[in-house]
């Protein structure tokens, strides 16, 4: 960031941050302790307001362990086009319809 103006005293800022793809929880699973399954979660499409955002890196977790729900399969319709770089290169141009939340 940098400030020039008639009053300011130009300096520069560094201003770490975070660009994220959010997932949202798939309230349609019957999933918790009592359910005895883990929950189930996936990526918001593009198409919605808030599937994308920007976070203070210190308010991030650091780790979470996700499992892809293989029996679900992928999709290539969350984003468009297909190719983006929300994906990794390795995922070509899909994504895994839902991860399960291990807990």
Known sequence: ??????????YKQRVDFLWVRW?????????????????RIGFL??????AFGFLDP????????IIPAFAHGQTDDLLHPPLSVARMPLNENCDWRYYYINM
């Open 58 to 65: 210190s308010l991030i977790i650091r780790g979470a362990h």
């Open 23 to 39: 997932f949202g929880r798939d309230v349609s699973f019957n999933a918790g302790w009592k359910a005895r399954r883990l929950h």
């Open 45 to 50: 499409k593009a198409s919605q307001c808030d």
């Open 1 to 10: 960031m940098c400030r020039n103006g008639p009053k300011s005293t130009p």
